[in-house]
């Protein structure tokens, strides 16, 4: 079965440094991946190669949309195949809710799913700019949400909201996956990265790590990422690992 996302040989330079190297990495359907590192690790470059928005023509390697090389690709192929949300949106109008969702095209049913998936649906008919900072995040993400794409890549998307809206986002995203989707996120708070299928950590401009969280969110790793020590624990009703950072080193 061909790769939905697949990065071959990724450089991406920034005038003559290099801020990621010969990045290789596969992305699979059916599967939540958590993108860690510390600040300049290459994390948002990394996102926006996948997403086509980061031209590699000047750069090196490819970037294959489910087995096309995306430079040969329209822009409207990718937007049927893939939604990206960056890590600050925003409009210079008020918009409202329903009308920014609808700037995604959504079925009825895609449009309810996602007012619900971010319980939007008391703030439906005000504008962008009289929401909160983490009311108008949950709308940015409900737009799209609403696209239902088969790949969804997300930069820092749980930043700002409630732990609450935390929580429904990612339960939304395992949700998605169950179903078949492609999903990759920003975490930068570890405890969530561990809630992810997959781990991937970016640091010294290439990737450190690469496999689940139990895999990847050690005590070595994440001293060497953050210069942090870490408690590792596990959530007493799944066993899930909660890794929790306790002081800088």
């Not at 969702?101 to 700019?129: G, R, V």
């Not at 998307?157 to 169950?178: C, F, H, I, V, W």
């Amino acid at each position: 079965m061909t790769s939905p996302l697949l990065a071959q040989n990724i450089t991406v330079r920034r005038g003559t440094r290099a801020i990621m190297r010969e990045v290789n990495l596969e992305f699979k359907a059916g599967e939540v991946t958590a993108i860690i590192g510390a600040n300049g690790a290459g994390k948002s470059t990394l996102l926006a190669a996948l997403a086509g928005l980061r031209s590699l023509q000047h750069n090196e390697g490819s970037v294959l949309l489910e087995g096309k090389d995306m430079q040969t690709l329209s822009k409207a192929v990718i937007a049927t195949k893939l939604a990206f949300l960056p890590a600050h949106s925003s409009v210079p109008f008020p918009l409202t809710v329903r009308e920014l969702i609808a700037l995604a095209e959504p079925s009825q049913t895609a449009y309810l799913e996602a007012l619900a998936a971010m319980e939007l649906e008391p703030l439906e008919e005000k504008a962008i700019t009289q929401l909160s900072t983490g009311e108008a995040k949950r709308a940015w993400l409900a737009m799209t949400l609403s696209r239902n794409t088969p790949i969804l890549l997300l930069d820092e998307p749980l930043a700002g909201l409630d732990p609450r809206y935390q929580m429904r986002l990612l339960e939304t995203l395992q949700t998605r996956a169950s179903n078949g989707a492609c999903i990759v996120f920003i975490a930068h708070d570890i405890p969530y990265a561990a809630r992810a299928n997959r781990v991937i950590a970016l640091g010294e401009n290439k990737v450190m790590a690469d496999g689940t969280p139990l895999e990847v969110l050690n005590s070595s790793l994440l001293r060497e990422l953050y210069g942090v020590e870490v408690w590792l624990g596990t959530e007493p009703s799944t066993g899930a690992l909660v890794p929790l950072p306790t002081r800088a080193v």
